[in-house]
């Protein structure tokens, strides 16, 4: 069954990237999130990819919500035009609130952040924390040496295949937000290995 309305919460890069490819690709995101009825979770901020995708679900006529902490929000790097802005204490604090409004999540192009939000929400569904879909928006082929490296350790023994299968690797905004949306996403929680 669709679900409509999901709040999708987009871990994205705070520098804009080196070629128009990413800019243009959060402006697509960001239409297709706000065309699906869904509310744009993200960090805060007004700058980079994250204040293009902000900017794009705000002028199509979507909501945003933005989470960031005290320290960045002082730097001015807040974005001030959003439908919500949620201050918070620290880092760990703002993953921790962008998790409990989200329902559904995308890593996009980005730095060492966008990396380990990614890997922390996904080891999240592991454990069982959260069910909801995880989504990999693969714009110019950029994360597949991650992909690679992924794969690697399924072949290793030190990841489980069903846990790979969980993940949404799209190359399109229009397929990933429409399986995001879909409802059909299924984690395998992690169970400690057994020996003889």
């Known amino acids: 069954m669709l679900q409509s309305h999901r709040k999708i919460c987009v871990y994205c890069g705070s520098s804009r990237g080196e070629d128009s490819v990413y800019a ?10 706000a065309g699906n009825s869904n509310t744009l ?3 805060g901020a007004r700058i ?23 320290n960045l929000a002082e ?13 918070c204490e620290d880092m760990h604090a ?5 998790s409990e409004l989200s329902d559904g999540f995308i890593a996009m192009p980005g730095g060492l952040g966008t990396l380990e ?6 080891t ?11 989504g990999i928006f693969n714009v110019n082929r950029y994360f597949d040496p991650m992909i690679f490296f992924i794969e690697k350790a399924v072949s ?3 990841i489980r295949p069903g846990h790979t299968s969980s993940l949404i690797i799209e190359e399109q905004p229009k397929n990933l937000i429409r399986l995001i949306n879909s409802g059909k996403y299924e984690t395998v929680k992690k169970v400690p290995d057994e020996r003889d």
């Open 156 to 158: 290793a023994g030190f």
């Open 94 to 98: 703002r993953k921790k609130k962008m």
């Open 117 to 122: 939000e990614l890997f922390e929400i996904w």
């Open 24 to 33: 243009d690709a959060a402006k697509e995101l960001g239409k297709e999130i």
């Open 75 to 87: 730097l001015e790097i807040a974005h001030d035009g959003l439908s919500e802005l949620f201050l």
């Open 124 to 134: 999240w569904a592991q454990l069982g924390i959260h069910s909801n879909p995880i």
């Open 41 to 43: 979770v993200y960090g």
């Open 48 to 70: 980079g990819l994250m204040g293009i995708l902000a900017d794009t679900v705000l002028a199509e006529g979507g909501r945003v919500f933005g989470v960031i902490p005290n």
